[in-house]
T-cell receptor, first 114, second 118 residues
Framework: NAGVTQTPKFQVLKTGQSMTLQCAQD?????MSWYRQDPGMGLRLIHY???????DQGEVPNGYNVSRSTTEDFPLRLLSAAPSQTSVYFC?????????????FGNGTRLTVT | AQTVTQSQPEMSVQEAETVTLSCTYD???????LFWYKQPPSRQMILVIR??????QNATENRFSVNFQKAAKSFSLKISDSQLGDAAMYFC???????????????FGTGTLLAVQP
C-alpha cells in the first residue's frame, strides 16, 4: 500500500516557468488537499477536493490551479512560477471529508523558484 | 478565525528524560479536534496523537500523552522516555467539526524543533 505519493521530490524552476506537482493516492480516498510549508508559518491550505470533479480554494490559492478528474489523482499546477512560491508542498488525503477521518500526508515536494 | 500558537521554537531533552511541548489555540467553537504531528528530517508528516474536544480524558499513545485544558485552550504534548528517534519538528494543529467550507482543513502552529541529546 503506497498511500499518498508525490512527485517530484525536488524541483528548481525559473521565474515564469510552469510545472505540475503530482499527487496520487491508492486508498480510494474522497478528500484530497494541498498544503504549503514555509519557515515560521506552519502549513497552510492551498486547494482541496471533496471528490472527483469538485475542487475549492483554501487559504492561499493565488498562483495555483488544481483539477480532480479521477479519485486517485490531484495535481497542483503553477502556471507562472514566482520566487514567493518557493516552499515545500504537501498533498494529503482522507477517506472522506468528515472531520473524524485522519489526514494521510505524502512526503512532500521541495520547490525552489529562482 | 482559529489560530494555533506554539511559543517554543526549539526544545532540547536528554535521552530517556521527559519533555513537554506547549500549544495554545484560540477558537469560539465548542467541539473540535486537536492533533500533534511529527516531522522528522525525512519531511514526512506523521500523526502522533489526536484529541477530541468533547472527550475530557487526555489521549495517550505509548510514550506520548497530552494535557488538554479546554477552558485554558491549551494542548501540550508530553514525551516520556525520550529516544533519539523522537528528534523532529513537532506541529500542533486544530480542526473544526463544523461542516462546510474547507472542512478537514488543519490549522497548524509554527512548530517546535525538538533535539534529543544522547
Amino acid at each position: 500500500n503506497a498511500g499518498v505519493t508525490q512527485t517530484p521530490k525536488f524541483q528548481v524552476l525559473k521565474t515564469g516557468q510552469s510545472m505540475t506537482l503530482q499527487c496520487a493516492q491508492d486508498m480510494n480516498h474522497e478528500y484530497m488537499s494541498w498544503y504549503r510549508q514555509d519557515p515560521g508559518m506552519g502549513l497552510r491550505l492551498i486547494h482541496y477536493s471533496v471528490g472527483a470533479g469538485i475542487t475549492d480554494q483554501g487559504e492561499v490559492p493565488n498562483g495555483y490551479n488544481v483539477s480532480r478528474s479521477t479519485t486517485e489523482d490531484f495535481p497542483l499546477r503553477l502556471l507562472s512560477a514566482a520566487p514567493s512560491q518557493t516552499s515545500v508542498y504537501f498533498c494529503a488525503s482522507s477517506r472522506d471529508f468528515s472531520t473524524s477521518s485522519p489526514l494521510h500526508f505524502g512526503n512532500g515536494t521541495r520547490l525552489t523558484v529562482t | 478565525a482559529q489560530t494555533v500558537t506554539q511559543s517554543q521554537p526549539e526544545m532540547s531533552v536528554q535521552e530517556a528524560e521527559t519533555v513537554t511541548l506547549s500549544c495554545t489555540y484560540d477558537t469560539s467553537e465548542s467541539d473540535y479536534y486537536l492533533f500533534w504531528y511529527k516531522q522528522p528530517p525525512s519531511r514526512q508528516m506523521i500523526l502522533v496523537i489526536r484529541q477530541e474536544a468533547y472527550k475530557q480524558q487526555n489521549a495517550t499513545e505509548n510514550r506520548f500523552s497530552v494535557n488538554f485544558q479546554k477552558a485554558a485552550k491549551s494542548f501540550s504534548l508530553k514525551i516520556s522516555d525520550s529516544q533519539l528517534g523522537d528528534a523532529a519538528m513537532y506541529f500542533c494543529a486544530y480542526r473544526s467539526t463544523l461542516y462546510g467550507g474547507a472542512t478537514n482543513k488543519l490549522i497548524f502552529g509554527t512548530g517546535t524543533l525538538l533535539a534529543v541529546q544522547p
